[in-house]
């Protein structure tokens, strides 16, 4: 087997479930998950309909490339979305099977081990960057997120020589898990840094239609492209969903966007990684790019839990105010964040993630996420305030 599968850390819900192993919540107390980040609210109707209308097409091969239907349907809604002159859909966009298996694939398609190949990931991360990279055989490189820095990677620490190894940058914003937006000054930064050392910035931006302020949508690393006039979108690729956009995780449906050369490299790795989606999943797809009501229903639904939510826990906890994306990031008392998940699931059976597992040892050999915890408030409004009421009579009776 691939040895460096020895490099790889349990993930963090293995890590949570050896927590709370032996623990027995009280029996009548329902369960209330706040850990995995996966929407609960309705799917999109019109992709499901769409999907059993086209049930018909599963006995056709797909191509690794998509229709040129689907591909046109998310260059107009990224052109839409992100105020950009256009996207080439031939040249410009790749339809994927989800953010989490593109990005996984496109580090081994993109990473030259024959030289320094370290990537760089924010810190805290989805654990699929680092993961990613160890098994093509690069190094990660963690950025740390702190508060006193917006919860975002400060670029200006990182020194010009430990840039020069750089390969790809990762970004995620909105952030998973603090929720922080990267601003367009940030990005354009990032881009500039790009072409002075030579490497590519990978863009997840799955959580960018999941924002509070509706006059204020998080901008991409596309839209900064824009401004700088670099509409041949060079060294940058972005990485979107349906997943948290659509309430379509099960879909498995995105697509990445951006250099055209770098579209094409991929497209030629994916066509013997044999990803293609499938035909009735793109015509999901179509039908859930072309819809906007839908996301703003949506979006009003996460702006009405986080106002709940926050007027129960804002007196109790501090958390940086919620931008976008559906997780609060609260800092726990007493700052361990095992222990305090590990007794709030003993004590009022709610689970919570840990920030220490999503972060890795950073400067002066700190976890970034340690002493914090994630709360995905994914589920209805009903389920996620008691689960908010719960946490708070936990910590009024520690306090």
């Given at each position: ?195 002075e050392y030579d490497f590519i910035v990978a863009a ?22 824009a401004e700088l006039g670099r509409h041949d979108y ?166």
């Open positions: 087997m691939n040895p460096d599968l020895d490099a790889l850390q349990p993930y963090p819900f293995e890590k949570l479930a050896a927590l709370k192993a032996g623990v027995t919540p009280p029996a009548g107390l329902t369960h209330l998950p706040l850990t995995i980040g996966e929407p609960r609210h309705a799917p999109f109707a019109g992709a499901l309909e769409a999907l059993s209308a086209h049930l018909g097409e599963m006995g056709r091969y797909p191509a690794t490339a998509g229709t040129a239907e689907l591909r046109r349907t998310v260059a107009a809604w990224a052109t839409r979305r992100f105020a950009l002159e256009g996207l080439d859909a031939e040249r410009q966009v790749l339809p994927v099977n989800g953010t989490r298996e593109a990005i996984f694939a496109f580090v081994q398609a993109a990473l030259d081990r024959t030289r320094p190949a370290r990537v760089a990931v924010p810190n805290p991360f989805y654990q699929i960057y680092e993961g990613a990279t160890l098994l093509a055989g690069g190094t990660p490189l963690t950025l740390d997120c702190r508060a006193e820095h917006g919860f975002r990677p400060d670029l200006a620490a990182v020194p010009a020589e430990t840039w020069r190894e750089v390969q790809i940058v990762f970004t995620c914003s909105p952030g998973n898990p603090t929720g922080a937006v990267t601003p367009l000054e940030e990005l354009k930064q990032l881009i500039q840094l790009a072409d997840d931006e799955c959580y960018s239609e999941l924002y509070l302020d509706e006059a204020a949508p998080p901008p991409g690393l596309l839209q900064a492209c060079r060294r940058c690729l972005v990485f979107h969903s349906l997943s948290k956009r659509s309430n379509l995780p099960g879909l498995r449906s995105g697509f990445v966007a951006g250099d055209a050369a770098l579209i094409a490299a991929f497209r030629r790795y994916r066509t013997y990684h044999g990803c293609a989606m499938s035909l009735p999943l793109q015509h999901a797809s179509i039908a859930a790019w072309n819809d906007e009501a839908h996301v703003r229903a949506n979006r009003d639904a996460y702006r009405e839990k986080f106002a709940a939510v926050t007027e129960i826990l804002a007196p109790m906890l501090d958390f940086p105010a919620p931008e976008a994306s559906f997780y609060l990031w609260p800092a726990v008392p007493g700052g361990d964040d095992e222990a305090f998940a590990r007794d709030l699931y003993a004590e009022q059976h709610v689970s919570v993630l840990p920030g220490s597992y999503m972060g890795r040892p950073g400067a002066g050999g700190v976890n970034p996420g340690a002493g914090r915890v994630r709360l995905a408030l994914v589920d209805e409004l009903e389920a996620t305030t008691e689960a908010a009421r719960r946490l708070r009579r936990h910590v009024e009776r520690h306090a």
